[in-house]
């Protein structure tokens, strides 16, 4: 079965930096996201990234973490990763890694989520 698994996730200071990490066990997958959930409120789409066999990739951001945050992969080890840096206490969530077998496809897949807590 497809399993995905996030790590990276703790606390950190306002300012700060983590580096959150996705790897699929059996599977690879054209397309990758991450979300992220606050308590109280809805899931919402963070980052995604889009490669091709040929190692060409794309990725985008939801606005609130543009500049921010660094979305990236590594396909041989079938590991996303999200480099979060200057982190804010709104971006306080749990952050989970979704796959989609592609691009314009839903994401069918997801990890059971890494809890990221920022302080002031």
């Known amino acids: 079965q497809v399993q995905l698994a996030e790590s990276g996730g703790g606390l950190v200071q306002a300012g700060g930096s983590l580096r959150l990490s996705c790897a699929a066990s059996d599977r690879t997958f054209p397309l990758m996201g991450w979300f992220r959930q606050a308590p109280g409120k809805e899931r919402v789409f963070v980052a995604r990234?889009?490669?091709?066999?040929?190692?060409?990739?794309?990725?985008d951001y939801a606005d609130s973490v543009k500049g921010r945050f660094t979305i990236s992969r590594d396909s041989a080890k079938n590991t996303m990763y999200l480099q979060m840096n200057s982190l804010k206490p709104e971006d306080t969530a749990a952050y989970y890694c979704?796959?989609?077998?592609?691009?314009?496809?839903?994401?069918?897949?997801w990890g059971q989520g890494t809890q990221v807590t920022v302080s002031s």
């Open positions: 990234i889009f490669w091709s066999s040929g190692n060409i990739y794309y990725a």
């Open positions: 979704a796959a989609a077998r592609g691009l314009g496809q839903p994401y069918d897949y």
